[in-house]
């Protein structure tokens, strides 16, 4: 009888741990799944802007690649790159019908996850490649900021001349930046700056692009010569109709060049 008893018991055991490790494998699977449904972030937009003044740049003098505090006085002026017509990326979609396309798609694959609006005036952008997701810029132009905010983003700025036109694309969010880059130099549209990440105030891995009519970094520039004037006059222009990339060229909802 006692030998009975003993095999009962040890049954209900397994079946009970069996039962533990059920609900936390169900747990675990249902947590990473909310979790990629969500793969926009909360609240980049609400990094204190004394944080992101105090941003970190790394330029072209840094050799070692050690980062130095970003002052406006101690940045370079953007150095224009001139407009030239360049094979068009593998990527790019036919919805481009420009005569001369300037505004390039800036990764491969991609789903808008969040559109612009007067908190948010940058389109997020995520792939089902995640952080292998390559950035390229939206148009040919010159790196003008590599640096982290205060919530720990790694961004890129490129300063564009387009038609007389200074713009500065914001590409925010990255796992990496490539390993080539520093502030200064020309970049086209089939380069590389980085991978897609979710680094910074983010739920998932995407990119944030904010692309305005301004020139960042710019003491020259009333608009947006430093991080707290670029937001603020994002908002400016979100509510005068001007929606950054939206604006400037088709972007779809979703796209997959492959
Ligand atoms: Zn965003």
């Not at 481009?96 to 948010?120: A, C, D, F, R």
């Not at 995520?126 to 390229?136: A, F, L, N, Q, W």
Request: net charge neutral; charged share 15%; proline share 5%.
């Amino acid at each position: 009888m006692k030998e009975v008893d003993t095999s009962i018991i040890k049954n209900k055991c397994i079946i009970s741990i069996s039962l533990l490790f059920l609900v936390a494998a169900v747990t675990l699977f249902v947590t990473e799944n909310i979790k990629k449904q969500i793969p926009y972030e909360i609240a980049y937009e609400y990094v204190n802007i004394k944080d992101m003044a105090t941003a970190k740049v790394a330029t072209k003098k840094d050799d070692t690649n050690i980062l130095t505090t970003l002052t406006t006085k101690k940045r370079t002026t953007p150095i224009p790159v001139e407009q030239i017509e360049l094979p068009v990326r593998n990527n790019t979609l036919p919805t481009l019908e420009s005569p001369k396309p300037i505004w390039y798609l800036p990764v491969e694959n991609g789903v808008i996850t969040q559109y612009p609006s007067y908190s948010h005036a940058a389109l997020d952008i995520t792939s089902y490649r995640g952080s292998d997701e390559v950035i390229h810029p939206v148009a040919n132009g010159t790196i003008s900021g590599i640096y982290t905010d205060g919530a720990g983003a790694k961004i890129v700025t490129i300063h564009h001349l387009i038609d007389g036109v200074n713009y500065t694309s914001q590409y925010v969010h990255l796992s990496s930046y490539a390993p080539d880059i520093y502030v200064g130099k020309p970049v086209t549209i089939n380069d590389s700056i980085g991978q897609m990440g979710t680094t910074g105030y983010s739920t998932g891995i995407h990119l944030h692009i904010a692309v305005l009519d301004c020139t960042l970094f710019d003491p020259n520039d009333n608009k947006c010569s430093n991080l707290g004037g670029f937001f603020r006059y994002a908002s400016e222009r979100y509510s005068q109709g001007f929606y950054g990339l939206g604006s400037l060229m088709n972007v779809p909802y979703s796209w997959n060049s492959r």
